[in-house]
T-cell receptor, first 114, second 116 residues
């Protein structure tokens, strides 16, 4: 199974709401990633988890809060977002350590902040 | 620092014609290069990757890429375009784990259109 799943597929939230994005993989990967992608742009890394510990935070605003409860799950908690946070949020996973190993991407969550 | 540059934000070809999408890299060490494809409203799918085992790399859906160190290039080609190839294509280089978490650095992307 080489699939990364993400829920929900679409999410509309107001600026005062709290919501969460969920990502799951069962490939035994110990590195998991959150990327943000704006329209017509490449994905930009937000966070990296390695062995369930946060290893990289690309200076992401605190209104985005990642969580890795176990080796298969990755969450992104959202609070007090701004309209400019509307984007496609992609989760990915990979093996740890070998740069030649590819990252497997989920289908993404399309987030709209109103 | 390692990076990639994709020449041409939009490429249009006729069905059956050669597809050539350009990617140049900048790296002082052997790079690990990837081509991903993204269909509308979907995630990214790996087409192929270069890992120094072979300079000509074959991928899925009939795509291939050739690593040319002298030209610092890793261009993506397909002999005959299909309508289903219309998508966004990203070239990417992967950073080391020990200090950058193994993150992918993407080029700006090239949108491929295929005309009937």
């Amino acid at each position: 199974d080489t699939e990364v799943t993400q829920t929900p597929k679409h999410l509309v939230m107001g600026m005062t709401n709290k919501k969460s994005l969920k990502c799951e993989q069962h490939m035994g990967h110990r590195a998991m990633y959150w990327y943000k992608q704006k329209a017509k742009k490449p994905p930009e890394l937000m966070f990296v988890y390695s062995y369930e510990k946060l290893s990289i935070n690309e200076s992401v605003p605190s209104r985005f809060s990642p969580e890795c409860p176990n080796s298969s799950l990755l969450n992104l908690h959202l609070h007090a977002l701004q309209p400019e946070d509307s984007a496609l949020y992609l989760c990915a996973s990979s093996q740890v350590g070998a740069r030649e190993d590819e990252q497997y991407f989920g289908p993404g969550t399309r987030l709209t902040v109103t | 620092a390692q990076s990639v540059t994709q020449l041409g934000s939009h490429v249009s070809v006729s069905e059956g014609a050669l597809v050539l999408l350009r990617c140049n890299y900048s790296s002082s060490v052997p790079p690990y290069l990837f081509w991903y494809v993204q269909y509308p409203n979907q995630g990214l799918q790996l087409l192929l990757k270069y890992t120094s085992a072979a300079t000509l790399v074959k991928g899925i859906n009939g795509f291939e890429a050739e690593f040319k160190k002298s030209e610092t290039s890793f261009h993506l080609t397909k002999p005959s375009a299909h309508m289903s190839d219309a998508a966004e294509y990203f070239c990417a280089v992967r950073r080391p784990f020990y200090n950058q978490g193994g993150k992918l650095i993407f080029g700006q992307g090239t949108e491929l259109s295929v005309k009937p």
